[in-house]
């Protein structure tokens, strides 16, 4: 649903310096301070069916959030002003912010069902001459309608921790002109998908602030994210080697192996293709108690999985999927996984599909997987009817790499389509064209037909909904400061309007963003609602962010959106063909070394990029030369440090280039006048160790010269010029 917003009588507002006292109204059930109730996050049972104590601690943070951004913005004359207190002790005199519902906070006067159709995460921002009404019909929505509310009144959260707030400064403040905002979000889920702990506070309150919803369950802290309502994921393409390891030990009394006689006994009939203890080490893996559970591979059972890659199970067997999908759940039950709200149930990561006749009569790899998302979201439905998983998690399945074709044949009855939901990742997608532009054939026009054929043809099988996992850093980029602006202005409308209502990217890096900043800000903005102005946005961010100095920096991003956003046959392509000695380099029309045109799939060319990057840096270092205000003194710094490593690495590829094409054309004293400079460029970038340091280890580098995935053909360079 679109989101709504009213303004009755809309005025500028200034920084808030009360002229009486205002009262900020909350809900502290048993506990005598708000302080109290809204961090003591650690004692709450989030997950018991009875969300009262849910509430109140959600509630009271929110308060305790409004009071400190009112505080900030009312400097020093304000600083006793904004007390809390518990909704059955408000003062008769003064101006009220009341906080919640009506079930929730006894002062609220708003109808119950003003509320009705908002959604967990929805809100009421109800502004009148004398008190101001801020809430949701669920708890997160409440949460939500602070952080809004602030940012109506100018807060921006543009970035992790302090440097990245934008407070207005004091000054005098009435209430607020009358005001009706009711919004809820466009998208349900909205965030990152990660799979490591490397988040912290910062990084959480800046996701919380920017209502973004989605992270992942390795965080030591999850009540935090409980109570900040995000969202925490599972699974990834590592669950057959968690769940059902060829290596890992036979977990039951097997009557044909000795020593394992204190086991649960075994519930399967012994293999006809039992050997025993095959590797004589004194221990039965699953592999050797049951062979025929995995892929069978040109004719031979293989027992390749580690970690994310290798080879499927064997997905007809029904004994090898009641084995996993029995230790999937109960992991979901008291495991590590006990407090996720969702799993990503993936297969390994390109991996082969077994080839025996049992399976290849289930259909296609994409046809089986779906399969085994009914299975998995039975045996769920199972566990919590016997009263043993005691919440929903959502399951969230691919359509990716070996199962980017779609479905051929009818999903199986009673498919949940409310829970089981399909993420198309459009991994090595481009850049520099929108996602669905018919002119770029030699890359999006691929994904775009799989997208079509999964999500739209009228005559398709899956008819539910749609996830989107986008790359904006894809572990490739290696934290390039690649800018997105332009093409995810179009992509995520494009996204909503095809039925998308989910959307994440991976690798984000968690601190030091820079000018990453932009991707995610715009991003969490677009989520929300992806009809935004984009030029309104923009115009916001820009001024927010770099107050005097605005015109100039967003003059510098444009030419850093030229200088990047050809990264992925920069750093698909281009690397790999280095890396292999290729007598052509550069055979795409995305990327060519001189600049040329062409009609369809034109990008900048590798000296178009290179001029682009030299004009940003040029122009970096007259903005740093410049006096700035404080703040935005340090952010330019803080987009300085990616610049300049982007900077470093076009020109090393363009030297390498350079290079290589003269020593293939026999031109060896001309490649060998270029190795100062390519020595020099590699020593800049091993220097770097932390422009590309954030992310996940997917995407991380120890320094900028591991991060170019060129240090092989440099190398082979260096070796070869280097000689007499």
Not at 688 to 708: F, I, P, Q, R
Request: charged residues 25%; proline residues 6%.
């Amino acid at each position: 649903m679109k989101s709504r917003f009213f303004v009755l009588a809309f005025v500028g507002i200034a920084a808030p310096v009360a002229p009486a006292a205002t009262f900020i109204v909350v809900n502290r059930g048993e506990y005598k301070t708000a302080e109290q109730a809204g961090n003591d996050e650690a004692n709450v049972k989030w997950d018991d069916g009875d969300d009262t104590d849910d509430v109140i601690c959600t509630e009271n943070f929110a308060a305790l959030e409004l009071q400190r951004y009112l505080r900030m913005m009312a400097g020093p004359a304000g600083q006793n002003d904004y007390e809390i207190v518990d909704d059955e002790q408000v003062p008769q005199t003064g101006q009220l912010i009341l906080i919640g519902n009506p079930r929730t906070n006894k002062a609220v006067k708003l109808s119950v069902t003003d509320f009705d159709e908002l959604g967990p995460e929805g809100y009421i921002i109800s502004v009148l001459p004398d008190s101001i009404h801020i809430g949701g019909e669920g708890r997160i929505g409440t949460l939500y309608g602070v952080y809004r509310f602030l940012d109506h009144i100018g807060v921006r959260w543009l970035s992790p921790g302090p440097n990245g707030e934008d407070v207005p400064q004091p000054s005098a403040f009435p209430l607020p002109s009358p005001v009706y905002i009711s919004e809820k979000p466009a998208f349900v889920t909205r965030g990152f998908h990660a799979w490591e702990d490397r988040g912290d506070p910062d990084f959480f309150d800046w996701m919380a602030r920017n209502r973004m919803n989605y992270w992942c369950v390795q965080v030591p802290d999850k009540a935090a994210l409980k109570k900040r309502g995000i969202q925490m994921n599972c699974g990834g393409h590592v669950l057959m080697h968690r769940f059902i390891s060829p290596a890992a030990a036979y977990p039951y009394h097997h009557s044909g192996f000795a020593g394992d006689d204190d086991r649960p006994t075994d519930p399967y009939a012994v293999s006809p293709d039992f050997q025993g203890d095959a590797d004589k080490d004194g221990k039965l893996t699953y592999s050797e108690a049951h062979p025929e559970w995995y892929g069978l591979i040109g004719g031979k059972r293989s027992f390749r999985i580690q970690g994310d890659f290798g080879d499927n199970f064997c997905t007809s067997n029904r004994h090898a999927c009641d084995e996993f999908f029995k230790n999937l759940v109960q992991d979901l039950i008291d495991g590590e996984w006990k407090d996720a709200d969702s799993i990503n149930f993936w297969t390994l990561d390109a991996g082969k599909w077994c080839q025996c006749e049992a399976c290849k009569a289930l259909g296609t790899p994409t046809d089986r997987n779906l399969l085994l998302v009914h299975r998995l979201r039975q045996e769920m439905k199972r566990a919590a009817s016997e009263n043993r998983l005691h919440r929903n998690v959502r399951v969230y399945f691919l359509a990716y790499s070996d199962v980017i074709e779609p479905p051929t044949r009818p999903l199986p009855d009673g498919f949940d389509y409310e829970n089981c939901i399909a993420t198309f990742f459009p991994i090595r997608r481009c850049y520099v064209h929108r996602f669905d532009d018919p002119a770029c054939t030699e890359f999006n026009r691929s994904y775009m037909n799989h997208f079509i054929h999964w999500f739209v043809n009228p005559d398709r099988y899956y008819r539910g909904q749609i996830f989107i996992g986008e790359y904006y850093n894809v572990s490739r980029y290696k934290c390039l400061p690649i800018v997105f602006e332009r093409t995810m202005s179009v992509d995520v409308s494009h996204y909503y309007e095809q039925g998308a209502r989910h959307m994440h990217y991976m690798h984000c890096t968690s601190k030091s963003w820079g000018t990453k900043a932009l991707t995610n800000w715009q991003l969490a903005r677009m989520l929300w609602d992806p009809n935004l102005d984009s030029k309104a946005m923009l115009d916001d961010y820009f001024a927010h962010r770099y107050g005097p100095a605005a015109g100039k920096m967003r003059e510098l991003y444009r030419l850093l959106d030229t200088a990047l956003c050809n990264a992925t046959p920069l750093k698909y392509h281009l690397v790999d063909r280095l890396n292999r000695n290729d007598k052509e380099l550069l055979p795409t029309r995305h990327l060519r070394y001189e600049a040329t045109r062409f009609d369809i799939d034109d990008a900048p060319d590798l000296v178009e990029m290179v001029a682009s990057i030299d004009k940003c840096a040029r122009m970096l270092d007259e903005l740093q030369s410049q006096q700035w205000p404080e703040q935005v003194r340090a952010r330019i710094a803080e987009d300085a440090g990616p610049i300049r490593y982007a900077a470093d690495t076009l020109h090393f590829f363009d030297v390498l280039v350079q290079a290589n094409q003269h020593v293939q054309a026999g031109r060896r004293d001309e490649a060998k006048t270029l190795l100062p400079e390519m020595k020099r460029l590699a020593k800049a970038l091993e220097a770097d160790t932390t422009s590309m340091k954030w992310s996940s280890s997917h995407a991380s580098a120890a320094n900028g010269l591991e991060a170019s995935l060129v240090k092989k053909t440099y190398d082979r360079l260096v070796t070869e010029l280097g000689k007499q």
